[in-house]
């Protein structure tokens, strides 16, 4: 088979990050602009293509880079220090390239991945559509809210059912086949605002039988899977097992991550500029205060930033695991990395709470960097995969080997 050519084929992880850090001045003077456009300008984009930061996880068959999750995490919490809600459009938007490397077969990634190996994809797995079976494929019907990415999408990911029978399947359409709907931007949400987070509709469009497939995105069972995924046995890596749960709320968490970081430096600038109201002769900086927060928020990033690339590298650990031996990779394993991540992303979105509590009431007009990052961390904490104590009973009944009642395991 003939591999698409991968356009750095010397590029390195700390390639990416320097591109990604050095691109934050840009994302910051482009705050506001992204807010109210709903996404990264679509210079912004141009930067991110040319960088390579599609190409992070997507196979090095089709024109990716196959670097192991842990380097895009990075990248994204570089990213989202810029502007948190750019990097949530890039991270939901370039993320799953490795879901379709791991899980479709060979033909639809060749197709999907085309010819130059140019892939983003958002992926609302919610069955919000209806799939008809016809000669050859599907019909598909349907609208999909909160397709965080899809402003520069080549393709969609979604969830749909078989008409009157439940049957869930997930499918990958391309962009002519979908609307995407003008409701996401400016003052429509709280927070999250550039991170292109619109609905998709999808008429009456034709989907091939190789782009609809079976996937337990969710519970992840262990089952079946002594033969490995279409992914390991074409591309020869154990990262494309493709287990989703921890990878996924990894996704969101390095954005809240980033936001922190974006808080921090924020906060530091205030740290040289103002001057204590309890002693007017010394700055924030010279006042224990303003040191105590920063200081306790600093370690609660740290934290949270350790936390997150632990997951990565234990997910990895599960998956070598796998191509060792065959020890399987349980519906308790994911739901603990997924529990895990969640409390990496409660530590950052408190290190931003307690920023903001402690900036006193001028971040809260207007056009403050930090009322962004707040609001923006606010909107990660309503987020359905962020309710840890949801997740903790999920946990709890898989370790004693009860029911989860966690979709049907």
């Known amino acids: 088979m003939t591999p698409i050519p991968v356009p750095e084929p010397d590029m390195t992880p700390e390639r990416l990050w320097e591109r990604a850090i ?37 196979p090095r068959l089709f024109g990716g880079y196959e670097f192991e999750l842990r380097t895009n995490y990075r990248l994204i919490v570089e990213i989202a220090r810029g502007h948190p809600a750019a990097g949530w459009c890039l991270s939901l938007g370039g993320s799953h390239a490795y879901v379709v490397g791991s899980h479709w077969p060979e033909q639809a990634q060749r197709e999907l991945f085309g010819t130059d190996g140019h892939f983003i994809a958002p992926h609302r797995p919610a069955t919000m559509g209806t799939l ?81 497939i079976r996937l337990d995105w969710m519970g992840a069972r262990p089952d079946g899977l002594e033969n490995g995924t279409a992914g390991t046995r074409l591309h020869g890596n154990p990262m494309y097992l493709g287990r989703m749960m921890g990878p996924y709320h990894c996704s969101l968490v390095s954005v809240v991550v980033g936001a922190a970081w974006a808080a921090l430096d924020e906060f530091e600038t205030l740290m040289l500029r103002n001057r204590s109201l309890a002693d007017p002769t010394l700055l924030w900086a010279d006042h224990p205060d303003y040191l105590r927060p920063f200081g306790l928020a600093m370690s609660m990033t740290e934290a949270a930033e350790t936390i997150l690339y632990g997951v990565a590298d234990r997910y990895m650990a599960h998956c ?36 903001f509590q402690n900036s006193l009431s001028a971040p809260t007009k207007k056009g403050s960097r930090l009322d962004r990052y707040y609001r923006d961390v606010a909107m990660y904490n309503s987020h359905v995969s962020a309710l840890q104590n949801n997740q903790a009973t999920y946990v709890a009944r898989a370790h004693f080997g009860r029911p989860t009642g966690f979709r049907g395991l």
């Open 22 to 58: 050095a691109l934050r001045p840009l994302l910051r003077a482009q705050q506001d602009e992204a807010d109210e456009l709903g996404t990264y300008s679509p210079d912004v984009h141009e930067a991110f293509r040319q960088a390579g930061f599609y190409r992070v996880t997507q």
């Open 132 to 212: 008809k079976p016809v000669d050859g494929g599907y019909i598909l019907n349907g609208q999909w809210n909160y397709c965080s990415g899809i402003p520069y999408a080549t393709h969609l990911l979604c969830g749909a059912t078989l008409d009157g029978a439940g049957d869930p399947r997930q499918v990958v359409v391309p962009r002519a086949s979908f609307e995407v709907l003008d409701d996401w931007g400016g003052d429509r949400t709280l927070g999250m605002r550039a991170s292109g987070s619109h609905s998709a509709r999808i008429r009456d469009a034709f989907v091939p039988e190789h782009m609809v």
């Open 320 to 355: 070598r695991a796998w191509d060792r031996d065959r020890t399987p990779f349980t519906v308790e394993d994911n739901l603990r990395l997924w529990a895990l991540a969640q409390q990496a992303g409660g530590l950052a979105r408190q290190a931003v709470e307690l920023l």
